[in-house]
């Protein structure tokens, strides 16, 4: 799906009416790509509470009066050892498996390179700065379980999680894909989509003659986009619902903006050509 664009989220700031920014929590926030929200940011509608502990990482971080960045390690909380690796999105509070990276043939090169440190670790619930949490997206290499445990309080009221799940091990002891949807439909959060899937070419005598990309079959991980179930919307307040238009129009999900958009109509909250409106803002690929 295609996601939103500036005209669009321009339009719906102007007649949503956000009482406030959303909040947003990035857990892993190293910069290796631009995060889903980022167009919320740069329109000033969210406000981000970042976490990273790599500190290469931490370091690239793009200073913003909308974002506050912090070298922390979420997770469980109390004391652990973070294993870091020369690639710093390697790095885990897991050390890598020498049998899975021998079986896939991949990631070789950290194998035997890690430092390890001991770090505090903090569960997002004991933060006093975080009141809320709107979205919170996690990427922990392994650790985005103990990250939402310890954010039970505070996702009571968020709308949407986009986690890393892992589909192959790559670090001994990392709770796996089922472990991960257990805990957050648990919450009241249902698998919405995946925003992509990584795979890689397992390691094989004729590598060197096929086309790597087109022969990547082992699925190894892919973010994950969780809603809080939306089959009662009446349990939904007037802001959740407000929130889920936005985010859903960042992730390219504009059905389920849409049904949003449609919900807040049937509320009187506004304007009954608002759904026809942000069909008018879409690639002209996506209308009929």
Sequence with gaps: MTVAGKSLIAMLRGRLDLAAPLAVVDVGAN???KPVYKPLVKAGLAQVWGFEPNAEAFARLEPSEHATWLPLAVGAG????????PASEMSSLY???DSAIGYLGHFRRHLGQEEKIPITTHRLDDIPAIMRIDLLKVDAQGAERDVIEGAHSKLAQAVMVIAEMRFYRLYDGEPMLHAVDQSLREKGFVLHRFLHQKSRMLNHSQKARVNTRALSSQLIDGDAVYIRTFE???LWS????????MLSACIGSHDLALLGLD???SRGLVRKNLPAAYVDHLPQELRA
């Excluded at 007037?238 to 238009?245: G, I, P, W, Y």
């Design 31 to 33: 910069p290796l790509g």
């Design 78 to 85: 109390g004391e652990a050892t973070l294993h870091a690796y």
């Design 95 to 97: 050390p890598l498996s």
């Design 232 to 234: 009662d919307r009446s």
């Design 238 to 245: 007037d802001t959740q619902l407000r929130a889920l238009v």
């Design 263 to 265: 919900t807040l109509v």
